[in-house]
């Protein structure tokens, strides 16, 4: 079995968190259980059999059920495979995006996704549904790998983790302990200091974004993508009307600032931006 299947099965399964984080825990647990193998393996004895049909079929339903549909839990593109019946690859899933991560890449991006969920499992956002928190990160590092075609390790790990330190009780030295320092350098980038008013820590987003590093841009066009597409689906518990449209402003003011990192990521932000009429703000 080769990496890029790891990854696109990976890929399904870290979707279905948005409902029951037991189940993608089990589902994820299938996961790493392929991690290790060599090209021409096939499923290995040592695999409990009763398992991966249990996670085939959560996937195959999952899309069966979802096939082009996008929500502000899943955010994921029309475009998607919709088979994963006997772990058959999709077009999609061969993109070259996928085929240099090594099994190690494969073990610590999934040791940094049970990290996050573990961190913010009691946490939840404020849709109607109040769906996970962990949602929220896992698609932001979804995005970056599926629309801006992002392959860099570092990036996605600090995608999956930039919420942590500022919404949770983690701090950066743990991060660095368990991710690197390049990882907790983008993470550091990434979060606002919380001691600060509100307005000043939205002031400091605007400022701090051009000169913020190449990588911490992509992770901050990532989530500003993914919570810009949320708010046009629905209205956040406690949201007025005038507050989503302000928000909409702020974040146009922010983007302008990561220009000339990602352009498929900029162009998803201005199509939204122009859905929402939002254009050039002095």
């Given at each position: 079995m080769t990496v890029v299947r790891v990854l696109h099965?990976?890929?399904?399964c870290m979707f279905i968190i948005c409902k029951e984080l037991t189940l993608s825990i089990a589902v994820i647990a299938a996961v790493a259980a392929f991690i290790g193998f060599s090209p021409g393996e096939g499923i290995p004895k040592?695999?409990?059999?009763?398992?991966?049909p249990s996670a085939l079929k959560i996937v195959d339903n999952y899309s069966n059920t979802r096939r082009g549909l996008t929500s502000p839990q899943f955010h994921l593109p029309v475009s998607s495979s919709s088979s994963m019946s006997g772990l058959t690859l999709s077009k999609r899933a061969q993109h070259p995006v996928v085929g240099d991560f090594s099994t190690d890449t494969l073990a610590l991006i999934l040791k940094c996704v049970n990290f996050a969920a573990v961190k913010h499992k009691n946490q939840r956002r404020l849709d109607v549904d109040e769906t996970p928190y962990i949602n929220h990160?896992?698609?932001?590092a979804y995005i970056l790998t599926s629309e801006a075609y992002v392959?860099?390790?570092?990036?996605?790990?600090?995608?999956?983790?930039?919420?942590?330190?500022?919404?949770?009780d983690t701090t950066f030295e743990e991060i660095e302990f368990h991710f690197g320092e390049t990882v907790r350098k983008i993470v550091q980038e990434v979060t606002d200091d919380k001691s600060l008013p509100k307005m000043e820590r939205k002031r400091l987003q605007i400022?701090?974004?051009?000169?913020?590093?190449?990588?911490?841009?992509?992770v901050k066009l990532a989530d500003k993508l993914y919570n810009l597409r949320d708010l046009q689906q629905a209205l956040p518990k406690g949201w007025s009307?005038?507050?989503?449209?302000?928000?909409?402003i702020w974040s146009k003011?922010?983007?302008?600032?990561?220009?000339?990192?990602?352009?498929?990521?900029?162009n998803a932000l201005d199509i939204v931006f122009k859905q929402e009429e939002i254009y050039y703000l002095e």
């Open positions: 099965l990976s890929h399904c040592a695999f409990p059999s009763v398992l991966l990160p896992i698609g932001v392959q860099d390790p570092d990036v996605l790990l600090a995608a999956l983790l930039h919420d942590t330190v500022e919404d949770t400022v701090h974004a051009a000169t913020s590093s190449f990588k911490a841009k992509l009307e005038e507050r989503r449209r302000e928000y909409f003011k922010v983007v302008d600032n990561l220009r000339g990192t990602n352009q498929a990521l900029e």
